[in-house]
């Protein structure tokens, strides 16, 4: 380390790297993430990147990133602005210079600087740097190209593959940076080229050399070290929503006795679900890639039907193709869990962006009264839980269920400590073995409390029947257009799912007791709603958050909360779903709103802003 470095201790810190979709910058902040998660830190990670396969090198549409919030103590954000940057070219540069603390560091590739790349990101002048206006920060300018082709001479490489490994070198930079050994790194890299030995030395080299030049460097910027902190005992991993989800699935139809079947279509940004589920064959899980989203929930749907935990993943565009057999799902009263990714929308949208705007796609977009259990996941650590609640619920409560999780939950990563399975509650099917009325089985024979149909699998002897999309009379199963029957199954389909509330737990309330704002969330926006009312307590306001993961039926105790407060502000990423919904199903119940749509996180500065104005009213 230099003799000159400043050594900051910040008890957290927010880094940023950024560059071309082909710079590794998704790569190399996985790898730093893990190197923290290793050392005791607490990490929460966001993946940035463009919905384009290949946007035009080194232009302003084409920038990937990844944010990393790490810290001594827990952290329930990417944070919003970065303390450090490693901006790969001009672009990337201008891209986040606007997102940049104003004693940050910024590390910069100056081989990427000349006037051609300038040009592609629409810089007027050949001083980016003074353009932008970054006169406090703490610049970085270092030949990484170059170096790195340089440092590989000898590797048999050709230009292109040297080159590649150039942000191994901006890892070693970091690594330097934040006083992190490189030795982890490198076994990560071993892991990962495995199988081409040659490419893994390259990029260990390159990564060797800029943990090196960082030590050698003579620049006065600062450097950091952020200690681990305590945490329980247990074995870790940084996960990212997607795959905690597939995780908990597995461990509901573990504890279920159930196999495990998905039926999916690729979509971004749920696509990793059936990546991730496809590699557990030797757990008994089946997938499928179906022709397309109604292939999918059809191949759930049969599979649930022949007794299996039947599953389909999609995001908001093909949730809206699968509406009419999830329908079928509804009236032929089968378990089934549809997990809907939520991606910035309408149509095709944006992609790889994030939002919450399929709410009311969910809770009523079938036609008929079709109503079905809506859960959401609120961290990706939590996506566990809440799958196996979704399966749990499906198999015991015979119903679809579908499960929102969003691009930001998806993609993003955070530290989670493995759970201990039996921990868990037990899963029991209601099997038609339950079934305990003197009277002869039918298709539509309820639990007399839960009003759940028993479940009778296809082959078992004595239990042949008839289930389907056309309705079915109340005693008989017999196909039925009596009026007052369907009235009759209208709402006993409805009061399946309103006594669910009987199971799932209340919603909980932090913060202040006697709160002079109660803020409202759901889903994925947890960590920042938490953050900001922290934030706003520590400056003597009164503030008290209540996050709901369980939409469809509301906690039994919502109406008592939501009530109990002075001023309630919802906030939520779309244009007030949430909010008009809760009205709807609460007498009085008027809201202040706060609503962004614009396929990013929170920013917990404009939240603390926004809440407090309401105190303030």
């Not at 396969?53 to 302003?60: H, V």
């Not at 997938?287 to 599979?303: F, K």
């Not at 009164?542 to 109406?559: G, M, Q, S, W, Y």
């Amino acid at each position: 380390m230099s003799e000159k470095a400043k050594v900051k201790t910040p008890d957290q810190t927010v880094i940023r790297f950024s560059g071309d979709s082909g710079d590794g910058m998704q790569l190399t902040g996985t790898i730093f993430s893990n190197l923290s998660a290793i050392l005791g830190n607490d990490i929460s990670t966001f993946p940035d990147y463009p919905a384009e396969i290949r946007a035009p090198q080194g232009s302003l549409s084409g920038i990937s990133g990844f944010q990393l919030h790490l810290g001594s103590r827990k952290v329930y954000t990417p944070g919003d602005k970065a303390d450090v940057l490693v901006a790969m070219n001009p672009a990337a540069l201008k891209v986040n210079a606007g997102n940049l603390k104003p004693d940050s560091v910024i590390i910069i590739d100056s081989d990427a600087f000349v006037k051609r790349d300038l040009e592609k990101a629409e810089f007027k002048t050949d001083d980016p740097v003074e353009e932008l206006g970054l006169r406090t920060q703490q610049i970085i300018a270092a030949p990484i190209t170059s170096m790195v082709r340089d440092g590989l001479e000898g590797f048999g490489l050709d230009n292109k593959s040297a080159v590649r490994c150039k942000n191994m070198f901006t890892l070693g930079l970091v690594c330097w940076l934040f006083d992190r050994p490189v030795d982890g790194a490198a076994k990560m890299l071993e892991n990962k080229f495995s199988k081409k030995p040659s490419i893994a030395q390259a990029n260990i080299k390159a990564l060797t050399d800029g943990y090196n030049y960082g030590h050698n460097i003579q620049a006065s910027v600062s450097v950091y070290r952020i200690e681990g902190s305590d945490v329980e005992p247990g074995i870790y991993k940084d996960v990212n929503g997607n795959n905690a989800l597939s995780y908990g699935l597995i461990a509901a139809a573990e504890k279920a006795g159930l196999q495990l079947f998905l039926g999916s279509y690729p979509i971004t940004p749920a696509t990793d679900i059936l990546i991730e589920l496809s590699r557990h064959k030797n757990l008994g899980v089946v997938t499928v890639q179906a022709e397309d989203e109604i292939a999918g929930i059809c191949t759930a749907i049969g599979a649930s039907f022949a007794g299996s935990l039947g599953v389909t993943s999609t995001s908001g565009p093909g949730l809206a193709l699968k509406s009419e057999a999830l329908g079928l799902a509804v009236i032929a009263e089968l378990p089934l869990v549809v997990v809907d990714v939520q991606r910035g929308g309408p149509s095709t949208g944006l992609p790889t962006k994030s939002e919450q705007t399929d709410l009311l796609q969910v809770l009523y977009g079938r036609n008929g009264e079709s109503p079905v259990v809506v859960l959401a996941a609120s961290t990706p650590a939590d996506c566990f839980d809440m799958a196996f609640w979704a399966g749990k619920i499906a198999l015991e409560r015979m119903t679809p269920v579908v499960l929102l999780s969003d691009a930001f939950l998806a993609n993003g990563s955070s530290t989670w400590r493995i759970p201990d399975l039996d921990e868990y509650p037990e899963i029991k099917p209601n099997y038609v073995s339950n079934y305990s009325d003197d009277k002869p089985w039918k298709a539509y024979a309820r639990d007399p409390e839960t009003y759940a149909r028993y479940w009778a699998l296809p082959g078992e002897e004595g239990f042949a029947h008839r289930i389907g999309g056309l309705e079915k009379d109340f005693f008989t199963s017999a196909i039925s257009t009596d009026p007052l029957n369907h009235q009759k199954m209208v709402l006993t389909r409805q009061a399946k799912i309103d006594g669910i509330a009987d199971i799932i737990p209340e919603v909980e309330v932090v913060g202040d007791e006697d709160a002079d704002l109660l803020i409202v969330g759901w889903g994925g926006t947890y960590g920042h709603l938490y953050e900001a009312m922290e934030k706003i307590h520590s400056k003597g306001r009164k503030v008290a958050l209540a996050h709901f993961r369980f939409i469809n039926p509301l906690p039994k105790n919502t109406k008592e909360v939501l009530t109990g407060y002075k001023k309630v502000v919802v906030a939520e990423q779309n244009n007030g779903q949430f909010a008009n919904y809760l009205r709807s199903v609460i007498e009085g119940f008027n809201p202040y709103k706060f609503n962004r749509i614009k396929g990013q996180p929170f920013i917990v500065s404009r939240l603390v802003d926004e809440f407090t104005k309401i105190i303030e009213k």
